[in-house]
């Protein structure tokens, strides 16, 4: 019988100790959730695109992010320009991050008539892609090219063109 007991003891003290290492089968930690709102990106046109006076032929006219007009044909009047400007848009948002920019294939100018001139090969300055500065600005100037077909009623010509911007 003191075997008996003595079996039984040694069950009942192995079955304590096994339950003991049982019971560490799960753990639990817990994690921080954490997001960070930034600055949308903003773009804001300043300075619009404006090919200036140009007379009438057949050819094209070229205006660089510098502002430097250029011709295949005499389309220039000497010192009288008119009003030459590229196109310049403020870029707002979050400091120091990167952005695409996105220029249009082409846009249509149109005389208060019906006749139409085409813009085309925009490029702009940053060419593809910037960094906003420390304090989330930053410029983008905007050129093209103005296809001028000989017999243009005279006019003023005008039509929109969208750049986008996005961040990388």
Same mark, same amino acid.
């Given at each position: %019988? ?12 192995? @079955?304590? *100790? /096994?339950?003991?290492? %049982?019971?560490?089968?799960?753990? +639990? ?5 954490? @997001? ?5 990106? =903003? ?7 404006? *090919? ?8 094209? #006219?070229? &205006?660089?992010?510098?502002? &430097?007009?250029?011709?295949? $044909? ?6 009288? #320009? ?6 310049? *848009?403020?870029? !707002?948002?979050?400091?120091?991050? !990167? $952005?695409?920019?996105? &220029?249009?294939? /082409?846009?249509?100018? !149109?005389?208060?008539? !019906?006749?139409? %001139?085409?813009?085309? =090969? *925009?490029?702009?300055?940053?060419? =593809?892609?910037?960094? &906003? ?19 243009? =009623?005279?006019?003023? $010509? ?5 750049? +986008? #911007?996005?961040?990388?």
């Amino acid at each position: %019988m003191k075997k008996q007991l003595l079996s039984l003891a040694a069950i009942f003290i192995i @079955a304590i *100790f /096994s339950n003991n290492v %049982m019971a560490q089968n799960t753990a +639990t930690d817990a994690a921080a959730a954490k @997001a960070t709102i930034i600055a949308p990106i =903003t773009i804001s046109n300043t300075a619009d695109l404006n *090919f200036g006076d140009v007379i009438d032929g057949t050819g094209y #006219v070229t &205006l660089s992010t510098a502002g &430097l007009r250029t011709s295949d $044909y005499q389309a220039f009047s000497g010192t009288q #320009v008119g009003t030459v400007s590229v196109a310049s *848009f403020d870029i !707002t948002g979050q400091a120091t991050y !990167t $952005y695409a920019i996105t &220029l249009p294939a /082409s846009a249509t100018l !149109t005389e208060t008539g !019906t006749d139409t %001139m085409t813009v085309d =090969t *925009f490029v702009s300055d940053p060419a =593809t892609s910037s960094a &906003l500065d420390g304090s989330g600005n930053d410029v983008v100037l905007v050129g093209a090219t103005l296809h001028v077909i000989s017999g243009q =009623t005279v006019g003023l $010509y005008t039509g929109t063109f969208n750049v +986008t #911007v996005a961040y990388n």
